[in-house]
Structures are given as structure tokens and as C-alpha cells.
């Protein structure tokens, strides 16, 4: 199992006093990126988000491209972008461009979200997003696989073009951000790869194993095989109870800012989205002692390896660890990743590892 580094750049409004610099943190964001090439990971995936609704960072093109020109191994992936709020055109040119730079490292995973206020700004219709979103992902599939590409569809329309620059990749990663059984049965019709969020998961399927095994089962019968699944995780080291409570405190703290981006409504709400709603009222309730395994990972070195050996052997692909959510300092995060590289990423035969 690779293990990759990962972020959503939470910093909402519901943060208050506590909120951090959003420039300091894209800065802070790009030196992570570098030294996770530094420890060993496998990845460096980060996301879209817009307006500070709960994330900071708009384009992750960007920041991966500068990444890509400071290192010169580890894989760049967005986690993911917001599809419908772009021209698919237009992100198929960006991946492509990103993939020539880094010199064939670019992953792309996209997703069509859950915060109706994202869409509001971008004038897109939310109760259409995920018809927006599989109709602009088969334009960028085609983009990149086809020498020249027309378009006639529901939401997107244009004559004959030729993409350039074209991907370094014969066939550039597609991870399709899957929280639901309609969506992961898309992607496997589409033959993409699926990113999976383990509260989704265990919620839809029961546990992760059973969701990797329905992925698998129905892209096989799509015809496409060696299919890739991954999985983000909630992740800290903690070498005593009391430093376990204070990372459990802030997976709290990180709900307050995630609920309002959920619809609360399920009457209003898409009905392809409409779990969120159901869900919300949960995390409004959650304690610490609520908190499990299944989404966050949190313990000494020797109980977070057994864990991630757990998720091994449901046949994931790749878990991509979530280290500074909730407000975690910059310094207080480089010291996350050194601990996990020095102490648990060697039990996983990573061999780009470089701390010992």
C-alpha cells in the first residue's frame, strides 16, 4: 500500500480567532509538499476550495506545478477538483500542462463536491452537479486520449480542437471522488480509478473492504480490470492520552467548519447529495469518544501501523494522510510527517524513504 500526504487547507469562517494567515498557509502548504518528497511519501495531493467556505487553496494546478519545479520524484494530485465550477477544456489543458513539467507525475482526481455556496458564486445549478460533473469528466477522459475532440452534449458544446500540450502519460491517473454508490458505479462504467472517504464508505458498503470489493466487481464487469482505489484518512501521533484528546479535539473543531458546507435540509437538498444531509446532524453531536478508527487514525506509532495494516488488507491501492486539520501549526505538522516517516512509513516498503 502507497501512502501519500494530503490536506483540504481547512480554515473556515467557524474558526474564529484561530483561523490562520490563508497566504502563510498556501506558503506553508508548497514547503510541505517538497519535504513530503523529502520523508518519502508517495504522493503530495491537495484540494479545491474557494471564498474560505472551508478551505483555502482555489487552484491546486497551480501550487503542483510549483511543487513539481522543486522536486523530483513524488506524484501531484489534486483531492479534487470542483469539475463542474471550470470549463473541462480548460482542466484537461492544466493536468496536461502539469503533467509535462513534472515530467509524467501528475494524478487527477475530480469530484462535484457538496457546498452549494461554491456553486452559487460560479453560477452553476447544484441540483444538476452530478450531471455536470460526469459530462465535463468525459470531455477531459477524451481530451487527453483522443488526437482532436468535438463536443455535443447537455451542459457543454464547441467545434473541433486539438489539445496541446498533451500529457507525458500514455494515460494521465483519473480518480473519480466517489462518497456515493451511484457515483462509484459511474466510475467503474467510465473505467476511472475511485478515491474513497472512509465515513462513505463504511456508511454505503459497511466497510471498506466491501466497498474496494463492489468497485472492483463492477468495473470488471465494465471490462476493465486493475482498477486503483484509494482512501483518505484522519492521522496523528500521539505518544500519551492527553495528546490523543488534543487530536481528537481537533477533528472536532474541523466538523464545525465542515457542517455548514453540508446541505442540512434533506428537503432541499439533491437527492444525489441528500446523505449529507442525513449526516449532519451526527457530527453536530460527536464527542471525542465517538471517534473511531474508520475515520481517524490517532495513537502511538505502534497502534497507527497496525491500523494502516488493517486498511492494507482490505486491498487499498494508496491511503493519503490527513495530518493538519483542525488548525495544526505548520511547525506542528512538519513534526506529524517526520514522526509517521520515521516510525511507521518503514513498515510499508516504501523505498523513496529517507528517514531513518
Not at 480509478?193 to 458498503?205: E, G, L, Q
Not at 501549526?329 to 510499508?348: C, G, I, Y
Request: aromatic residues 12%.
Amino acid at each position: 500500500m502507497k501512502i501519500g500526504y494530503f490536506t483540504l487547507t481547512d480554515n473556515p469562517i467557524e474558526y474564529g480567532d484561530t483561523r490562520k494567515d490563508p497566504n502563510q498557509m498556501v506558503l506553508d502548504l508548497a514547503e510541505q509538499g517538497i519535504y513530503s518528497e523529502d520523508l518519502g511519501f508517495h504522493s503530495f495531493w491537495v484540494p479545491e476550495h474557494h471564498f474560505s467556505a472551508l478551505g483555502i487553496l482555489p487552484s491546486p494546478s497551480i501550487l503542483l506545478t510549483h511543487v513539481a519545479a522543486k522536486t523530483k520524484r513524488i506524484k501531484l494530485a489534486p483531492a479534487t477538483v470542483l469539475l463542474p465550477a471550470s470549463h473541462p477544456i480548460k482542466i484537461a489543458e492544466e493536468y496536461a500542462l502539469l503533467d509535462l513539467l513534472s515530467n509524467g507525475r501528475a494524478i487527477f482526481s475530480a469530484g462535484r463536491g457538496y457546498d452549494k455556496r461554491e456553486y452559487d458564486v460560479f453560477g452553476v445549478d447544484f441540483n444538476k452537479s452530478r450531471e455536470i460533473f460526469f459530462e465535463g469528466l468525459d470531455i477531459v477522459q477524451k481530451a487527453w486520449r483522443q488526437d482532436t475532440i468535438s463536443y455535443q452534449g447537455e451542459y457543454y458544446s464547441f467545434p473541433e480542437v486539438q489539445l496541446t500540450p498533451k500529457p507525458v502519460q500514455d494515460h494521465l491517473p483519473i480518480y473519480v471522488a466517489a462518497f456515493s454508490e451511484p457515483s462509484i458505479t459511474k466510475a467503474a462504467e467510465m473505467g476511472e480509478n475511485v478515491i474513497f472517504a472512509p465515513f462513505a464508505a463504511n456508511m454505503v458498503f459497511g466497510t471498506m473492504e466491501n466497498a474496494i470489493n463492489a468497485f472492483n466487481d463492477l468495473s470488471n464487469q465494465h471490462g476493465f480490470t486493475g482498477k486503483k482505489s484509494s482512501c483518505s484518512y484522519f492521522i496523528g501521533i500521539a505518544d500519551s492520552k492527553e495528546e490523543e484528546e488534543k487530536i481528537k479535539q481537533r477533528m472536532l473543531k474541523y466538523f464545525t467548519g465542515l457542517v455548514p458546507a453540508f446541505p442540512e435540509d434533506p428537503s432541499t437538498a439533491p437527492p444525489n447529495i441528500r446523505y449529507f444531509a442525513e449526516i449532519v446532524e451526527n457530527l453536530k453531536s460527536l464527542t471525542t469518544s465517538d471517534l473511531s478508527d474508520k475515520s481517524i487514525i490517532v495513537g502511538d506509532a505502534e497502534y497507527v501501523t497496525e491500523k494502516l495494516k488493517e486498511i492494507e488488507k482490505t486491498g487499498l491501492d494508496e491511503v493519503i494522510l490527513y495530518f493538519d486539520f483542525g488548525g495544526l501549526s505548520h511547525r506542528e505538522t512538519l513534526e506529524q510527517m517526520e514522526r509517521f516517516a520515521k516510525h511507521v512509513m518503514p513498515h510499508f516498503n516504501q523505498e523513496e524513504a529517507l528517514v531513518r
